[in-house]
């Protein structure tokens, strides 16, 4: 086992450095996308499909053998727990979104997951109808007024913006799971969570590839507007030009 994943992680990184060397070339050769949000549409295609090939080799194949040998409960209680950790981040981002009712329930989510739902194994907080938010830093430079710029997809970590991309080294940074002391513990729990949500978007996943005329452009604006309703909590503002006649 420990041979064919070496040689897995020596293929994919092989992969990422010859779609590095094509992305620095297309930057000079590309042109401005059919999408507006989407100048570096044939970047990002490149990155795009490195992704694909980096996921159909190591997390598809993981995500699936994680859920053919680990029991659907103890599947349910690893994400539990780890959803119980990234509140901690949601906790944080909400008090600087000053956003008091979400920081609050978000708070009181964490209490009780962690000491009735042991640890958080359990989800009694949504037994008890306590709201479940998720927001990252990405989400509260949106909420103070700084802009998404063009879509971005980043390798391995994909889809992207400009200003989700500057934020995501402090999402890493304030991720509870970067604030255990031991080194193994960070990465088996990094490595975990992977896993866990590769595992959970595998039936969805499937599904875009197979239906999508274009996977890319499924993706991308599914993404944006995901982001577009997470910044303005579900109320995105109108994008309805009414000095447009052509418009009905």
């Not at 992969?15 to 000079?28: E, H």
């Not at 037994?127 to 997809?153: C, N, S």
């Not at 969570?193 to 875009?208: C, M």
Request: with cysteine.
């Amino acid at each position: 086992m420990n041979g064919a994943f070496w040689r897995r992680s020596a293929l994919a990184l092989g992969l990422l450095v010859m779609a590095l060397l094509q992305g620095c070339a297309s930057v000079q050769m590309a042109v401005k996308g059919d999408d507006p949000r989407d100048p570096l549409e044939p970047l990002n295609r490149h990155v795009h499909a490195f992704n694909d090939t980096v996921d159909a080799l190591v997390a598809r194949p993981l995500a699936v053998a994680y859920v053919e040998a680990v029991p659907s409960l103890v599947r349910t209680g690893v994400g539990n727990v780890l959803s119980n950790l990234r509140d901690v981040w949601t906790l944080a981002n909400a008090t600087l979104q000053l956003k008091p009712q979400m920081a609050a329930e978000t708070f009181m989510r964490i209490h009780v997951n962690t000491f009735l739902g042991i640890g958080g194994v359990f989800d009694v907080a949504s037994e008890m109808r306590i709201p479940h938010h998720k927001e990252d830093f990405g989400q509260t430079l949106g909420r103070w007024g700084v802009p998404a710029g063009p879509y971005l997809v980043l390798p391995l970590l994909g889809p992207s913006s400009v200003r989700d991309a500057l934020a995501t080294p402090l999402d890493m940074k304030g991720d509870a799971v970067q604030q255990f002391g031991d080194a193994q513990t960070r990465t088996s729990l990094g490595v975990l969570r992977v896993v866990d949500t590769r595992a959970s978007l595998l039936k969805t996943v499937d599904a875009v590839r197979a239906a999508a005329l274009d996977p890319y452009t499924f993706v991308r604006d599914a993404y944006l507007q995901k982001r577009l309703n997470d910044v303005h909590d579900g109320n995105p503002p109108s994008t309805f030009d009414f000095s447009d006649p052509d418009q009905p």
